[in-house]
């Protein structure tokens, strides 16, 4: 579901990279927007805990698309 106002985390603005998380040969990206229920989640994991090596979370109605 991708709405106006539902911008998946691929694209968000909000999203950084999580040093302290990063593991070798893999960096570990964040959400950074305090308002979002994934705020601190690790966005480029699966359910699981695998990890992936793109953000692939599918986003909330907090997000912001970023602006090129």
């Known amino acids: 579901m991708n709405t106006p106002s539902h911008i998946r985390c691929s694209r968000c603005r909000f999203v950084r990279r999580d040093p302290t998380a990063?593991?070798?040969?893999w960096k570990a990206m964040e959400c950074g927007n305090p308002c979002s229920d994934y705020y601190k989640a690790l966005l480029n994991v699966t359910v699981n805990g695998d990890t992936q090596s793109r953000v692939t979370w599918g986003g909330c109605p907090c997000g912001e698309e970023v602006l090129a």
């Open 22 to 25: 990063d593991q070798p040969g």
